[in-house]
């Protein structure tokens, strides 16, 4: 190894010329808008944010077909079950499309699930709340997969290529999704009162959970700087949350129901509503996974990974008898 030792720490091995003139060759792909692909060199803090970033967005599409799955049995009509089932089904797809992009990182799905399990990593703090009634089911597609399809879009362009391929599928399923959870509000506002009633009331207590979807604030943001340079991220968590709003007002205005924020209002100059104040206390705790739910969501993860062992057993013995009969 040639020299110069910037930082012996662990976490920043010391960058040899070798590794400084790779670097800058990959900082010039980067900033020319190439995709970085699995087999080129790559710095290992940009793996590990990947790999950090991919699974985590893996483990909240499988952990978010949890508060849908529990509506699945009671969904109003046959047509709606149908279509809620199907949107279940996707996200199930998304999680299997995002696990197989972080394995081409050197992670495996194992390891992966294991951190889930055990809390190493975590999963979108929106699914740690209940979803206590139909109405909710609506307010899920279009309120939490609106959120996801305005951070995911610029995902497309992210700068690793099998993440960003991965987003073309999901962004056009998610698509569906936020259709799907308008046209159900729809429905409730142009039914009973009481119906209506039910929308106002998902509305309120989904919309700040929703906000809080796009992260931290960009000032108290650690991963965001580095993300950004390597255009991992296209847009900063403050950046995207403005454009929601300003996407998702309207639209509330459309079903004749109310933002649940009295300081939100419509700035002329700068073009967009301004907005209340987010509790990050909240965000912070549900991070944590404190509360019922969050437990209620890890412990049907852990049972479902068990309870599928036979079949990842029974695929493996497959593949054995396979690869067996390919060499006789
Ligand atoms: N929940 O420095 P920051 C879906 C963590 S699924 C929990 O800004 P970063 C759907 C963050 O991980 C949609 N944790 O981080 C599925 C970091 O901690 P670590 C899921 C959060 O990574 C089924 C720390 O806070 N979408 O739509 O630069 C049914 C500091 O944050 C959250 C994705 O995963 C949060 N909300 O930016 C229906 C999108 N926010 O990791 C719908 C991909 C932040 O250092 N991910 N944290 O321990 C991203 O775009 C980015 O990772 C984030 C955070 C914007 C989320």
């Given at each position: 190894m040639y020299t110069t030792e910037l930082?012996?720490?662990?976490?920043?091995?010391p960058v040899t010329i070798e590794d400084a003139g790779l670097l800058a060759a990959?900082?010039?792909r980067v900033a020319a808008d190439e995709f970085i692909e699995p087999n080129d060199w790559m710095p290992e803090a940009y793996r590990r944010t990947l790999v950090r970033q991919i699974s985590q967005?893996?483990?909240?599409?499988?952990?978010?077909?949890?508060?849908?799955?529990?509506?699945?049995?009671?969904?109003?009509?046959?047509?709606?079950?149908?279509i809620l089932l199907a949107k279940v089904q996707d996200e199930g797809g998304h999680g299997l499309y995002l696990y197989c992009a972080a394995e081409t990182l050197g992670t495996s799905r194992e390891d992966m699930i294991d951190a889930l399990h055990s809390g190493r990593a975590k999963y979108s703090t929106i699914f740690n709340y209940p979803t206590l009634n139909w109405a909710d089911i609506g307010a899920i597609g279009w309120l939490v997969d609106g959120a996801a399809i305005m951070n995911q879009v610029p995902l497309q362009r992210t700068s690793y290529g099998p993440y960003a391929r991965a987003m073309v599928r999901v962004c056009k399923e998610e698509s569906f999704h936020q259709r799907q959870g308008y046209d159900l509000l729809l429905a409730l506002v142009n039914g009973l009162p009481e119906q209506k009633a039910m929308a106002q009331d998902a509305l309120n207590?989904?919309?700040w959970p929703a906000l809080m979807m796009f992260g931290p604030p960009d000032d108290n943001s650690p991963n965001s700087a580095q993300s950004i340079r390597w255009r991992i991220k296209r847009e900063t968590n403050d950046e995207l949350r403005q454009k929601?709003?300003?996407?998702?007002?309207p639209q509330a205005e459309l079903l004749g129901l109310a933002i649940p924020d009295p300081d939100l209002r419509w700035n002329e100059e700068g073009g967009h509503y301004d907005f209340g104040a987010i509790q990050w206390d909240e965000f912070y705790a549900a991070v944590r996974g404190e509360g019922p739910t969050a437990r209620e969501r890890i412990t049907a993860r852990r049972a479902a990974w068990d309870e599928?062992?036979?079949?990842?057993?029974?695929?493996?013995a497959h593949e054995a008898k396979r690869a067996a009969l390919a060499a006789a």
């Amino acid at each position: 190894m040639y020299t110069t030792e910037l930082d012996k720490s662990a976490a920043n091995p010391p960058v040899t010329i070798e590794d400084a003139g790779l670097l800058a060759a990959f900082e010039a792909r980067v900033a020319a808008d190439e995709f970085i692909e699995p087999n080129d060199w790559m710095p290992e803090a940009y793996r590990r944010t990947l790999v950090r970033q991919i699974s985590q967005h893996a483990h909240s599409e499988i952990v978010g077909m949890l508060p849908e799955g529990n509506w699945l049995t009671r969904a109003p009509s046959l047509k709606r079950k149908a279509i809620l089932l199907a949107k279940v089904q996707d996200e199930g797809g998304h999680g299997l499309y995002l696990y197989c992009a972080a394995e081409t990182l050197g992670t495996s799905r194992e390891d992966m699930i294991d951190a889930l399990h055990s809390g190493r990593a975590k999963y979108s703090t929106i699914f740690n709340y209940p979803t206590l009634n139909w109405a909710d089911i609506g307010a899920i597609g279009w309120l939490v997969d609106g959120a996801a399809i305005m951070n995911q879009v610029p995902l497309q362009r992210t700068s690793y290529g099998p993440y960003a391929r991965a987003m073309v599928r999901v962004c056009k399923e998610e698509s569906f999704h936020q259709r799907q959870g308008y046209d159900l509000l729809l429905a409730l506002v142009n039914g009973l009162p009481e119906q209506k009633a039910m929308a106002q009331d998902a509305l309120n207590r989904w919309w700040w959970p929703a906000l809080m979807m796009f992260g931290p604030p960009d000032d108290n943001s650690p991963n965001s700087a580095q993300s950004i340079r390597w255009r991992i991220k296209r847009e900063t968590n403050d950046e995207l949350r403005q454009k929601f709003v300003d996407a998702t007002v309207p639209q509330a205005e459309l079903l004749g129901l109310a933002i649940p924020d009295p300081d939100l209002r419509w700035n002329e100059e700068g073009g967009h509503y301004d907005f209340g104040a987010i509790q990050w206390d909240e965000f912070y705790a549900a991070v944590r996974g404190e509360g019922p739910t969050a437990r209620e969501r890890i412990t049907a993860r852990r049972a479902a990974w068990d309870e599928g062992a036979w079949v990842r057993d029974a695929a493996t013995a497959h593949e054995a008898k396979r690869a067996a009969l390919a060499a006789a």
